[in-house]
């Protein structure tokens, strides 16, 4: 397991992005993510990929990240939790922990847990990992307030003759003026096996990672010509994967 890490600017460092997380990550059987009772020899709790963009001059009225995986060979990603850090407290804290206790209460049947979810979530019986990690993820994340909210959406993207999947953060200008002028998101995910049925293709690839910076009416991209429906790989932030299948037995 290595853990790596990407960034690139502009050319005055003012703006920037950085990637970082598991650059070797392994992949289990589909059926293991959907067992009601897993096995814990095949579970996997997931692998978390982070961003930060940093930013100087005026907060930007809104900013777009996103992450992308490539669909090869032999496995694919399976998206579990999005969430934006925030360091508390914020400008407006009490109206943040309004919404964050609303997000959690809604969230908790949904882990299984009947009551009340505790400040450190740790695998519970008949609490699987994963939705362990998704409960103290959400405690980290930044609420959705009102119409300033934050929110993410799946896209998908060809380059160079080659499909990728991802997920796209869309952040309004209240909630960077919030968090501050170094933003940082991540997207919890897990990787299962998945063998090919007409031939071979491509055995490897990268996480990609890139985002637009919005401030009236003009436009920053990090990095430079990445947002751009003709971009190539090389235009982005990149951290090479590498998703061993977990042996079995």
């Given at each position: 397991m290595v853990s790596r890490w990407d960034r690139r600017s502009q050319a005055d460092e003012a703006n920037w992005l950085e990637i970082y997380g598991e650059s070797d990550p392994v992949s289990v059987p589909l059926a293991s993510l959907f067992r009601v009772h897993p096995d814990p020899a095949q579970e996997s709790a997931g692998y978390l990929y982070v961003w930060t963009f940093g930013y100087t001059g005026d907060v930007p009225d809104r900013a777009e990240v996103r992450l992308l995986f490539p669909a090869v060979d032999r496995w694919r990603v399976k998206d579990v939790q999005a969430l934006v850090y925030h360091l508390p407290p914020v400008q407006e804290e009490r109206e943040w922990r309004t919404a964050l206790a609303e997000d959690l209460n809604a969230l908790a049947p949904a882990v299984g847990l009947a009551g009340e979810i505790a400040?450190?979530?740790?695998?519970?019986?008949?609490?699987?990992?994963?939705?362990?990690?998704?409960?103290?993820?959400?405690?980290?994340?930044?609420?959705?307030?009102?119409?300033?909210?934050?929110?993410?959406?799946?896209?998908?993207?060809?380059?160079?003759?080659?499909?990728?999947?991802?997920?796209?953060?869309?952040?309004?200008?209240?909630?960077?003026?919030?968090?501050?002028?170094?933003?940082?998101?991540?997207?919890?995910?897990?990787?299962?096996?998945?063998?090919?049925?007409?031939?071979?293709?491509?055995?490897?690839?990268?996480?990609?990672?890139?985002?637009?910076?919005?401030?009236?009416?003009?436009?920053?991209?990090?990095?430079?010509?990445?947002?751009?429906?003709?971009?190539?790989?090389?235009?982005?932030?990149?951290?090479?994967?590498?998703?061993?299948a977990q042996p079995d037995g």
């Open positions: 400040a450190n979530v740790t695998p519970l019986p008949g609490l699987s990992a994963a939705s362990a990690a998704i409960a103290h993820l959400k405690l980290r994340s930044a609420p959705q307030v009102g119409r300033d909210a934050w929110y993410v959406r799946r896209i998908h993207r060809t380059l160079g003759g080659a499909p990728y999947y991802g997920v796209e953060w869309t952040l309004p200008g209240k909630l960077l003026q919030q968090v501050g002028t170094r933003v940082t998101g991540a997207l919890l995910v897990q990787y299962f096996s998945a063998e090919p049925v007409r031939g071979g293709g491509r055995a490897g690839g990268a996480l990609l990672g890139h985002a637009r910076l919005s401030t009236g009416g003009r436009t920053v991209e990090l990095p430079a010509g990445s947002w751009s429906d003709h971009a190539t790989v090389d235009a982005f932030v990149m951290l090479p994967l590498t998703v061993t």
